[in-house]
Structures are given as structure tokens and as C-alpha cells.
């Protein structure tokens, strides 16, 4: 058994292993589950994304992780972050997405906060963008329900997104804030 990076009240949030692919597959092969990429994905496609999010474990200590009921350990979906390239910067980016028998439940606000609770705190990244369709109502509500905020419109690969950012709080040094005396 994999060991729980994060827990939520309902959810476990965990490294993906080799013997998730068939519950990865049948969710990534569903149209409906897939309507907000650019096409579905069969099983050979599920697999690679595996191997490289197994990959990106390794490289740099994080990357997609599956959600599970913490009752039943059933497969929910992904979280996670991963290097992005956007428009030269270099950024990390956070995605979500949940199996559709669970949409409408919270399931995505409440793995997504926890992913970004994740990267702003234990693993110290400043700054986490995420990249949606402006038509996917129900991701950009996530991205606003964990705290992120719409910064600008970006186009990738010739599709619009709205993107969204978040930033680990600033530090305090002991000094008040306000003005100096």
C-alpha cells in the first residue's frame, strides 16, 4: 500500500502505482469524462502518462497524484502539480480531475486545495498557476474556492484558458506591517 501524501476529512491524496492504469484507462477512455480535452485517451496513451508521472516522482519529488475515497480506497481522479512552460516563465502547475460519478460533490475543490496546500507548504513552491477552459464553469469555481485568483487570458497550442494563480504567503519577519515611526 502506498503511503498517503495528504488526507483530507473524505479523501486520501497518493502516489500513483503500475496497477492504477486500468481504473486511469477506463476514466481517461470515457468521452464525457474527456469533453473539456481534446480527445479521449486509450489505454497505450493512459500508460505513458503513467510512466511519466511515475517518472516526474523520481526526477523531481512530485507530480499527479490519485485521489481515493479514505473509506473504501476507490479511485476518484488525479491532482497534482507538474513543471509548465507558459509563455517563457517557467511555472508549476496544478490540474484537477475528478471521476464524473463523483461530480457535483465537493470531490475536486477538496483534492485540489489539498494539492495546493501541498506545494505552497511542505514542498515550498512560491507560486502555482492553473490553466482552464474558459467554458469549464466548474474547474474555474474550483481554482476560485482554493483561494486562486484569475490573473489573464493565455492561449496554448491555439485554445484560449483562463489562467488562475496562487502564491505562498509571504513570510513573516516579526516587523509590523505598516509604516515605519
Given amino acids: 500500500m502506498t503511503a498517503a501524501l495528504v488526507e483530507t476529512p473524505r479523501l486520501r491524496l497518493r502516489e500513483f502505482r503500475r496497477d492504477d492504469l ?7 477512455a470515457d468521452p464525457e469524462q474527456m469533453r473539456f480535452y481534446r480527445h479521449t485517451r486509450d ?7 503513467l510512466d511519466r508521472t511515475l ?10 497524484w490519485l ?7 476507490a479511485f476518484l481522479g488525479y491532482t497534482g502539480i507538474e513543471p509548465l512552460e507558459l ?13 464524473r460519478s463523483v ?3 465537493g470531490i475536486a475543490t477538496e483534492a485540489a486545495g489539498a494539492a495546493l496546500g501541498l506545494a505552497l ?7 502555482v498557476v492553473a490553466i482552464v477552459p474558459p467554458a469549464h464553469r466548474a474547474s474555474r469555481r474550483v481554482a476560485e474556492k482554493i483561494g486562486m485568483r484569475e490573473e489573464r487570458d493565455v ?11 496562487a502564491e505562498r504567503p509571504p513570510v513573516a519577519s516579526g516587523e509590523p506591517l505598516g509604516f515605519a515611526a
Avoid: C, N, S
Fill in 55 to 64: 517518472a516526474g516522482y523520481a526526477e523531481r519529488g512530485y507530480g499527479k
Fill in 121 to 127: 507548504g511542505r514542498l515550498g513552491i512560491p507560486r
Fill in 22 to 28: 486500468e481504473a486511469l484507462a477506463a476514466m481517461v
Fill in 155 to 165: 492561449t496554448i497550442e491555439e485554445l484560449p484558458y483562463a489562467l488562475y494563480a
Fill in 87 to 99: 509563455e517563457g516563465v517557467a511555472e508549476v502547475e496544478i490540474g484537477w480531475h475528478v471521476h
Fill in 67 to 73: 485521489i481515493e475515497a479514505r473509506t473504501a480506497g
Fill in 43 to 49: 489505454r497505450d496513451e493512459a500508460r505513458a502518462w
Fill in 103 to 105: 461530480w457535483g460533490q
